[in-house]
């Protein structure tokens, strides 16, 4: 929640994944044109960015770090909907409470900005509303591709696919620094811990990729994994 995170180092004051890449230079451009003013929050690993059915007040930009977006089911499980890496923006609603709450994966810096000001620049600006109306779009064809990975891929193809979205979002040198752990994985793709290390180790055993480190991994087979993700 903001109001708890004011404690930490404030600072006053782009980019999503490559395929909506033009997000961050939006996000920039709306709050530059308006001259809305952005300030900066820093929060530390596993700390609560806002929480469930809070007031939907600001909306966020990643800086550095990395946040998951998630829900907690009635029994007990968490559901993550979506990470948010560098560049990426997240906290947009229809509604005026956020339907999920957020947290920093690891120590992350975000760049906030009021929605009530983002709202009034496009009560009056056409180009900043079509702006913000992409990114919603955006938004939207991530929750629609993740309901159908949930709902009619295998363990395999649903890992295969992760892999490919991480590898266009974060491959650096070909090689991509996850900073999320596996348990986060799981509960992005709705498998258990166990699941996500088997998959991973029988990819490794393929040759399809290998690891570097805890979280480090090289894709050496992009080509089978499309076709798993097919």
């Not at 109001?3 to 404030?10: C, D, E, I, P, Y």
């Not at 793709?189 to 990729?209: C, D, F, K, P, Y």
Request: glycine residues 8%.
């Amino acid at each position: 929640m903001l109001n708890q995170s004011l404690t930490g180092s404030v600072v006053s004051t782009k980019i999503s994944p490559p395929a909506p890449a033009p997000v961050i230079n939006q996000f920039a451009e709306i709050t530059g044109h308006a001259g809305l003013i952005a300030t900066e929050f820093s929060y530390k690993k596993d700390e609560e960015i806002y929480g469930e059915d809070e007031p939907a007040e600001y909306v966020y930009q990643v800086i550095s770090g990395a946040v998951r977006s998630y829900k907690l089911l009635s029994d007990g499980r968490r559901q993550i909907g979506a990470f948010h890496l560098p560049g990426d923006v997240f906290g947009l609603e229809s509604g005026t409470a956020h339907r999920l709450a957020a947290e920093a994966i690891i120590d992350t810096t975000v760049r906030l900005v009021k929605r009530r000001s983002l709202e009034h620049a496009a009560n009056v600006d056409v180009a900043v509303a079509r702006k913000l109306w992409t990114m919603t779009a955006n938004d939207l064809r991530h929750a629609e591709d993740h309901m159908l990975l949930l709902g009619r891929k295998t363990a395999m193809e649903r890992v295969a696919t992760f892999l490919l979205e991480m590898d266009r979002r974060l491959a650096v040198a070909g090689m991509m620094a996850l900073p999320m752990c596996r348990r986060d994985i799981g509960d992005y793709l709705g498998l258990t811990l166990e699941t996500v290390s088997r998959a991973l180790s029988q990819l490794h055993s393929q040759g399809i990729l290998g690891f570097s480190g805890a979280r480090q991994i090289v894709l050496r087979n992009r080509q089978r994994l499309h076709s798993m993700d097919a």
